[in-house]
Each structure stands twice: as C-alpha cells, then as structure tokens.
C-alpha cells in the first residue's frame, strides 16, 4: 500500500502519528519499506521524517565525525557513530544524532548480537548536532535539551551559518561561543580538539 501527503508545508517537518508506543521490530519494519526515507520517534511514539541535508551540511557533518573519529581511534576508550545510528532514549523515544560518541564501559553490557540486531537502549556520553540551512534553531535547541536530560554528558550544536557553538551540558544553561577557530573537548571527551576552520569554511573554494 501506498500513501501520498498532499499539501505538506515545504517548512514543516511531517510527523506521522502512530497511536502506540513502536517496538524495534515495528520501526525496523517500517524503515525497510521506506528505505529512502530518514526518520525518528517522538517520545510520543510518533514518526518523524528528517529531510536529507544539504551538500554543505554533509561535508561538514563528515569533516567533525572525521576529526572525532581520529582522535578516538588514538584516545581508545570510546566509539564514534555516524548520523544513521538510532539510540532508544529512557522517554522511549528513537533519536540519531549527527555524529556521537559512546564510551567502552557502557557498549560492553551488549552482547554482540544485541549490537547488531537491535536499537541500544541507552543515550550517548557526547553528541554533536549540526544545524544546516534548513533546519529551525528551536527545534535542534529542543533536540539538544532532550539529549541532556536523556543522560549526554556534554553536547555540542554547531551552526555554521552563525559561526556559532552551543554547548550543552545537564542542569545548566548552554554556553554560546561565536567564531571559535578551535573547540576544546572536555568530560567525557578530554583531550579531543575540533578544528572549525573546514567547517566555517564548508564547501566555499
């Protein structure tokens, strides 16, 4: 069966209520058959659909996980994940951030087939959203919120447009940095350093 949403405004995001609290095996069934589509869910059980990001926005989300990657791989006590991984926060909700990083204590309470076959039911130590033109700065300030009080110990929003960083942290309002050239990582990321030149800089030649 096939179902057409006619007359979606072109700046809304579409939400498609569900009506019940969706198990892994039910979101699971739903991204296969609609494999081109990206999507999240509401602590509400709702559907989310992300629209694709932008040439721009894919370089740099690409260049940070690049960055972080490299120093994790030296670092050794953590794993990055890329902008597809799906996490089951405590809400219930299913939330993929543009890029994040988990430490090795708490992936080793998985089994190997539990990595493999489920959505982990826990949130990341780190995330990192980037903000491309289309996106609302409210709805990425709400996320961020959700990521804080769902257990991240530290978050980054990245808005290159604004040349600008919000550093989220729990119980705490975020820190606003405009045109850094650098971003010094701390709990539960020490030692990690973002360099925002390529990000600032993004596709310009």
């Avoid at 179902?3 to 072109?10: A, C, G, Q």
């Avoid at 589509?37 to 996980?65: F, H, K, Q």
């Avoid at 996106?135 to 996320?143: E, H, N, V």
């Avoid at 990521?147 to 530290?154: E, F, I, M, S």
């Amino acid at each position: 069966m096939q179902y057409v949403l006619n007359e979606v405004p072109p700046d809304a995001p579409i939400r498609i209520g569900s009506g019940h609290d969706l198990s892994d095996e039910e979101i699971h069934a739903f991204c296969l058959a609609n494999p081109d589509l990206r999507i999240e869910v509401t602590a509400e059980g709702d559907i989310e659909i992300m629209p694709p990001t932008y040439a721009s926005t894919g370089y740099e989300n690409n260049e940070v996980a690049r960055q972080l990657t490299n120093w994790a791989i030296r670092d050794g006590k953590g794993y990055v994940f890329d902008s597809s991984t799906g996490f089951r926060l405590p809400s219930g909700a299913l939330r993929s951030p543009d890029v994040s990083w988990v430490s090795r204590s708490r992936l080793a309470a998985f089994t190997s087939e539990e990595k493999k076959s489920r959505f982990l039911p826990l949130c990341p130590d780190f995330v990192i959203e980037l903000r491309s033109e289309s996106d609302k700065p409210s709805r990425l300030q709400s996320k961020m919120n959700e990521w804080t009080a769902a257990g991240a110990q530290l978050g980054w929003l990245i808005d290159p447009t604004r040349q600008e960083i919000h550093i989220y942290r729990p119980g705490r309002q975020p820190d606003i940095l405009r045109k850094p050239a650098t971003l010094s990582g701390e709990a539960p990321i020490d030692g990690f350093t973002l360099d925002l030149a390529p990000v600032w800089r993004g596709l310009q030649p």
